[in-house]
């Protein structure tokens, strides 16, 4: 953890540098459509893009037809924020509700544009405390925003949740959730439900206990906080030895999904902590899981675990994406993700069973999944103190945290893939609030199954679980996928190019210029006045140069900076 300190220097660099020449601000704004819950209940079919994943199913899908295989090659930029001097990871989503766009930049400062014109509208700088960057485990990601009423929401590094007025940017309301520097951060987008905002925590390499919270949108106050680590007398609790829950990790990072027709929240839950598993035995509920949630109450209705006793930190964080699936001639409300432990899951999202479970990557840690529809960890590939493993996928997984996207037309969900192994060794820990809390060592290394390919997009067959495409690619593929109902799939590149795909063969058919750093944000599509928009942020950084060691090096000066780009077809 010695790079703690560069990280250090690299987020108050941006915030220093984060002062760039801005056009003035207009008296007259545009209309703002106020945002109800029947519109977010429908986000699917709205001409924006309302949330983090499109819609409440997560699926990334945009239903605009105006740009296809045949003329997307006339697609150009149209319009480009201002670029953003932080040397940190860009990986927020555009939200857009009318002709308002929302984005997010690392260290917390908030723009919206005139998503039609590109001019600037309202912005504001959020300042953390010296004290935030001590626990930031994996760069200073701000992940976007949500929209309720006529309001915007946007979490802090600092573990604040702020509500702004929409049309002017004013501060409403600022609440406090934890205290910065003793292991909690917030990274990811909220999620709106029924008037309460909803988030989770970050911060399991350093032991501190994950939780979810639900606040009264219009006040802030909370409403509901759940641990996603049980004590011992919740139910779950006795899966830890004694006292480990305290500071058992579980972080719930990511943005969760919900499903209207059955009032039920999905979220996902990280690593627990320490990292290495021999310190303790047991399930270790809730870390590496799917829970099934009261959005009223946070009251858990059933939970799936993707791996027990992990010691590889395979988060169980990726986005639960909600679609209905046919299997074995079975017909299924499911949720599918691609986790990070290297397997593609399908999961009734009524009752949390198992339909299938199906490795996407090649996979040494898990041995298959057993009769209770449980993945099966491999003995020989845990570490143990003095004991060196090598197994695959490695820590960042088959899939990391970027979207990926499900197409109801072609029946596939596309999966950004990382295809990349390490060593593990376990070394002596103990828990100290504010410190990393691993028990571990370890170096990616190349993978011995494609030892020239780090990264892939590959489309999987829902029927199946079984690919049907991969586009391949030496780099790591650390950007986010979009499909559209046009017959396209969109994703970013290392090398800082927007590509576009045949959601059917995988061909590329479009590349965009470069864009002057490297993506690792996910696109979004929206229309205005019957046009179709692209639009994404440029901007490397992440968790790729923070953690791949030597496998990293061809990317160690790639340029950084971020910058929103805009794209339509060329009339």
């Known amino acids: 953890m010695t790079s703690r300190s560069l990280r250090l220097k690299s987020c108050l660099l941006g915030s220093a540098l ?11 704004q545009p209309a703002y459509p106020v945002v109800t ?17 499109r819609s409440y199913a997560g699926d990334d899908y945009a239903p605009f037809a105006q740009i296809t295989p045949k003329n997307v090659g006339s697609l150009k930029e149209v319009w480009s924020s201002p670029k953003v001097d932080i040397p940190n990871g860009f990986e927020d989503a555009p939200v857009i ?27 504001y700088d959020y300042t953390n405390p010296q004290a935030t960057f001590k626990t930031l485990c994996c760069d200073t990601d701000n992940r976007g925003v949500a929209v309720y009423d006529d309001m915007v929401f946007m979490g802090t590094l600092d573990n604040h949740m702020l509500a702004f007025d929409a049309k002017t940017g004013k501060l409403l309301w600022n609440t406090a959730l934890e205290e910065p520097g003793i292991g909690y951060s917030i990274t990811g987008a909220p999620l709106v439900v029924d008037g309460k905002v909803i988030i989770g925590s970050g911060g399991g390499e350093y032991g501190a206990r994950g939780f979810i919270v639900g606040l009264d949108a219009k006040t802030g106050k909370l409403a509901w906080k759940l641990y996603t680590i049980p004590s011992p007398a919740e139910p779950g609790g006795k899966t830890w030895p004694a006292g480990a829950y305290k500071h058992g990790g579980g972080s719930p990072w990511m943005t969760g999904t919900y499903d209207p027709a059955t009032k039920t929240l999905f979220w996902g839950v990280g690593n627990p902590g320490p990292w290495l598993a021999t310190m303790r035995p047991g399930k270790n509920l809730y870390s590496d899981s799917l829970l099934a949630m009261n959005p009223a109450t946070g009251k858990i209705k059933w939970h799936y675990q993707y791996t027990r006793n992990d010691t590889w930190d395979y988060d169980g964080v990726n ?3 909600l ?27 009524l009752n949390g069973k198992l339909i299938y479970a199906k490795p996407f990557v090649n996979d040494t840690s898990i041995l298959g999944i057993d009769k209770t529809g449980h993945a099966i960890n491999n003995p020989k590939t845990m570490p143990a103190l003095d004991k060196q493993i090598f197994t695959c996928p490695s820590f960042l997984g088959g899939k990391n945290w970027w979207p990926g996207a499900v197409d109801p037309q072609t029946n596939m969900a596309y999966v950004p ?30 993978d011995p199954a494609t030892p020239n390919e780090l990264g892939s997009l590959q489309a999987i ?28 799939v969109f994703s ?80």
């Open 461 to 488: 067959d829902l029927s199946t679980g079984k690919q049907v495409w991969q586009f391949t690619s030496k780099e790591p593929w650390d950007a986010g996928a979009m499909a559209t109902s046009g017959g396209l």
């Open 323 to 349: 679609t209905n699936i046919k299997y074995e001639g079975k017909s299924y409300k499911a949720i599918i993700e691609a986790n990070r432990n290297g397997y593609f899951y399908a999961i009734n999202r």
């Open 319 to 321: 986005t639960p994406q």
């Open 417 to 446: 893939t990382l295809h990349a192994c390490m060593t593990m060794k376990g070394v002596p820990t103990s828990y100290a609030a504010g410190l990393p809390y691993l028990g571990e060592t370890f170096e990616m290394k190349p």
């Open 18 to 28: 984060f002062a760039f020449a801005l056009p003035a601000l207009a008296m007259a």
């Open 97 to 123: 509700n009318g002709d308002y766009m929302f984005v997010t930049t690392p260290l917390d400062h908030i723009m919206a544009f005139n998503a039609k014109s590109g001019k600037l509208l309202w912005k």
């Open 492 to 571: 970013g590149t290392t090398e800082g190019t927007l590509d576009a795909f045949d959601a059917k063969t995988g061909k590329l058919v479009w590349t965009s210029p470069n864009l002057g750093s490297g993506i690792i944000a996910d696109p979004v599509s929206y229309e205005i006045d019957g046009k179709q928009y692209i639009a994404i942020w440029s901007g490397w950084g992440g968790v790729w140069p923070l953690w791949s060691g030597k496998l990293g090096a061809s990317l160690a000066t790639a340029p950084r900076g971020g910058q929103l780009h805009v794209f339509a077809l060329n009339d």
């Open 37 to 53: 819950q029947s519109r977010l209940d429908n986000a699917a079919h709205s001409k924006g893009w309302l949330m983090f994943n």
